[in-house]
């Protein structure tokens, strides 16, 4: 079924290449063309379901992010996998597919929260997970894994108690050790590190 | 100390009357949760209310975000799995599962057939166990609060056998990639048998006590129907599509962990309204003992692991402290991580609440590049602001209980 598919999809759209894929059939598709492609998806080959919308950043690779859109046929109970690189790595944007998918909405807000990638046409882009007020989209690969100190969303809070959202001590795995002394003394504790290796902590 | 205040009435009809125009233009913004017994978790709705009538409503979420998909980027693959119980915890067990079979799919490996037994055992049991919490929760939204007294003993029972086979009552953490932690104790098919012999008087009494009762039926039926288009629409999986009357279950049509050799029915709904979904889950529970019983059946003899991953599996514990190779081989399972090849798999396991998918991104080692997870109550609730206006605010606690949600896998 998936090789039928990838034929008559191929010969149809030309832009389409094959991606590695370790499982189902998986393309590439350039971020302009991916509305007509996921309309013929949807309404021509049986593809209704659009179950999961994703991205991944591939750091210091150009184009860095990729858009991943998993479908599932509800009547051919096939999974199709699209990629889509965003053309620009500062500030990447794709498509959006709310208009054609109602599932895209959510999906597509999430992954603009975490990963800030701009969909262009969505109706109400704003965070989802995170707060509104929130500065950074954490699943990018320079976002620390301990967090970076951020005001809290509400300032009434936040002047009451006097915190900040504190950043967990995780960063390059949960414990340290100085090494040298006797050994009650250089028992592993959770680490006080919120920056990585490469970074100093920055002084607010 | 109460005061009391005494509110002239008279006639209200004509009050009403006189202030029409100022009474009809005004809305109510109510806001529920997130912390409500409304919601089941952290989930907040904000609605803007005519009278008694949902205009508006707009769900806010993240309250539980705990940036699961940033962790995993930066552990080795067994490492995550305790993180698996955390997103639908009342079926920790067929996350576990789930998780598991993505990474193994993404190494190409396949299981022995008693460990897929073991598998599909857990995934039923946790498929047990979140219904009749769901169908009872749900019965005491709708104010039938014996049900979850029944259901409730019912998965105590459950728990105690989650705790013998994986040492833990609730987060299991009970597969490893390439197998399970653990063998069956011994004994413990039978006290399974026991248990399914026990639980089906008792999915009686629930029948007896709800599906005909006129109270639970004028609270469910024909509210919060959906369409089977916006169910697909919205990507909803599970329970909930297939009370939309839409055939599709991930154990029949993409058949895994040998769920082809079970005989097992998918009931499927007409209307999509909240009685379907109750009634989707109360059958469900019926189907999944019909498969625990087979399975113990002919649950096949052999490896709980696969024997052949010997850079996926750690070696038994007598073996690592006995012989030299299974020592190293423990040593760099433990540092590195199992060793996964590089590529893209996306996998979905039909759980209670729905599909549950991962999408695995490697470049080789022992650790993910990136991790996504598809949390089938995220893409549930995510048709609420279609699905709630136009219905009455008491109908509202109804519908989330039927939707039979869990924050924890919507927020990760």
Known sequence: MAESDLAQLTERFDYLTERASSDHLALNCPADQLIELCTALRDEFGYDMLVDVTAVDWDVHSPRFTGIYHFLSTTKHEYLRIASDCPDDINPTLPSLAGLFPAANWHERETYDLMGIQYEGHPDLRRILMWDSYPYH?????????????????????????????????????????GDGPMSQTEPRAKDESWNEQQEKPTK | MATTKEISIGDVGSRAGEFETELQGDTMA?????????????????????????????????????????????????QFVPYTDRLDYLAPLANNVAYAMAVEKLANLEVPERCQAIRVLCCELARISSHLLGVGVYGMDAGAWTVFMFTFTEREKLYTLFEELTGARFTTSYTRIGGVARDIPDGWLGRVLEFCKGVLPVLDQVDKLLTRNRIFMDRTVGIGAISKEDAIAYGMTGPNLRA?????????????????KYDFDVPIGVNGDCYDRYLMRAEEIRQSVRIIRQCIDQLPEGSYYAEDAKKIFAPQKAKVLTSMEELIQNFMIVTEGPQVPAGEVYFEAENPKGALGFFVVSKGGGVPYRLKIRGPSFCNLSILDKLIPGHYLTDITVILGSLDFVMGECDR
């Open chain 2, 244 to 260: 939309c009357g839409v055939d599709l279950d991930l154990r029949k049509d993409k058949p895994y962990l040998g769920y082809e």
């Open chain 2, 30 to 78: 109510l806001n529920v949760g997130p912390s409500h017994p409304t919601t089941h978790g952290v989930l907040r709705l904000m609605m803007e209310l005519d009278g008694d009538v949902v205009k508006k409503c707009e769900p806010v979420l993240g309250y539980l975000h705990r940036g699961d998909e940033k962790i995993a980027e930066s552990m080795t693959y067994n």
């Open chain 1, 138 to 178: 954490p699943l990018r690969k320079e976002f620390p894994l301990a967090g970076i100190e951020t005001p809290l969303p509400a300032d009434d809070v936040a002047e009451a108690t006097g915190a900040s959202v504190l950043p967990a001590p995780m960063m390059g795995g949960p414990f340290t050790s100085s």
